[in-house]
């Protein structure tokens, strides 16, 4: 394998030739004298201007030195790899020179955020760590700057490795921390279900955020420390930590009350995204909720392909059919409708519903309404009709927001009354009141009915565009340009960073090119084969070595998928759930 040298010498012989020159580098691995440390070259701009080169440099084990401990299971190797990608990413900061035309000098990491998730920017690997750089490879005009590009390539990314990988230049107590985080918090979630628990918030989080747009914490000053009420505490243990106290939220159904402006939103929305762990310093570290808890929110606006929306809504005035409901234009009600047994499709066993953004005719239908609007003129049968039944029928809990109505009392398990940003248990005093408005009664309806299995037809996923076989490109984290068509991800809040939505994007076209997606599996069936192949690692998404990508759950993907609007589907014969059983339910 050719040296570094080499490199500097190629490079330098390229100095002031045109940029395409360059493009002789791609594909190639270079590497140092004692074999220890390699560049490899993997994309090669085909312009200053254009979207920068990507880069790999490895960093073999003997010298980055990592003793066991910070990576002996896959808990604490993610938390190195993700505290690594921090300092990767303050260090390409530093190494950057934006000097010469275009992108020139440019050197960064797809870096990560808050959430702590497997990441394909820093991989620690068998035999080596690996970073993967975008780098803007160096130009006067259109032409090469090489001497520049060689001291990038051949003095910067080596100081770099140096300075970023090797365990005996880095701060040994922030590593602890970050490894023992992570893992604590995994411990955590992994006890959820021997517990019967949905989520837990460890005593002392701050769940509160500085704003709709900023993931720091509130302040300290400003954030009141979470506490649960006493008869709600429950102790959980961690491998580092020892005990960790705080709210169990059982499964069931739980509403969370209060007045306005007391923090029941701030609580459900660190619920949704305690489905992934987070760094310490957060303030959300400890607080954990089951994988598989989905949020659900009112849409309107959505496409929807083939949904079978029956047990909330029928007899619709323009006779549409319910059990398998297709619109380009979704209503409020309907929308949150699909999205309920869309969740359900893909595994969902746990809903997280704010009335802040749900749909009030969905969520509750009052006595006086009832009483002037027949029961046969209303096509809607509220979600409070069958929040009892989706529990006992399908094992599928919730948690509601629900500051405005108190018709949710006498289903509820559980009533967490927020009170200046603090909960407590109202359950008895919920349900006294219920007891004594007895005369307002749930029609409750015996059965949730059962949930239809689609099966997604491939012609009508078409990454084509004009003389391309796959163009595909997400932009942001909630947009998708999948061929011509664009799939609006907005209301899909547990996508946490445009990583994620890159690798949806490369597992659509994945799913469509290994014809996973064939026209006769359930949406179902394909999220399980695309999950099994993902333990292979997210390079199983991508040709090459992407260092942009992260992990995704199977929901967000579905979610997609269903708001392609083009989606064709087949509907596949009914009755494969039964009460009460796990069967049908996908296998965990
Ligand atoms: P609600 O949904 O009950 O109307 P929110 O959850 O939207 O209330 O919270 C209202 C405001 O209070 C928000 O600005 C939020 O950041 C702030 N807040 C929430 N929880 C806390 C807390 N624990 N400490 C301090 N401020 C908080
Ligand atoms: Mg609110």
Redesign the pocket.
Known sequence: MPTIEDLRNELRRIDGRGYPAYKDLRGCCFRSNDATFEVHLDHIQGDPFAAPSHVRIRLAHSVAGFPEWTHSNSSRRIGLENHLAHIVSAACGKFSSRAGSGKSGLLDIDAPGKEVIARTALLYLEDAIEVRLSLGLPARGRRIAGREAAQMLCDCLPQLAADCLRFSELDADKIQAAVETNEDADALRSQLKGNHLLAFVANGS????RSGIDQRP?GSN?????QSPADLEVTLTTPNRGAVSGLGIPVGITLIV??????????L?AIERGIYNHRQQDGREFLVTCPDAVKIRAEDGRSVSGVDISPFINNLPNQADTTAFSTENASGSTSQAANIIEALESGADTLLI?E?IAATNFMIRDQRMQELIAADKEPITPFINKVRSLYNDHRVSSIL?M?GSGDYFPVADLVIG?DQ?LPHNLTKEAKQIAANHSSIEVNENPAFGSISERSPQPASIDPRKGRRDVSVKSRSTHHIQFGEHDIDLSALTQIISSSQTRAIAAALVYACEKNIIDGTRSIAQILDLIEQDLNRGLDTLSHGHRGDLAIFRRHELAAALNRLRTLGISNIEQGVKNKGSDEGKRKR
């Open positions: 701050i769940l509160p955020r509130l400003d954030a009141i420390a979470f209060g007045g306005g402006f007391h923090g029941k939103s701030t609580l929305n704010d802040d927001v500051g927020m940003y």
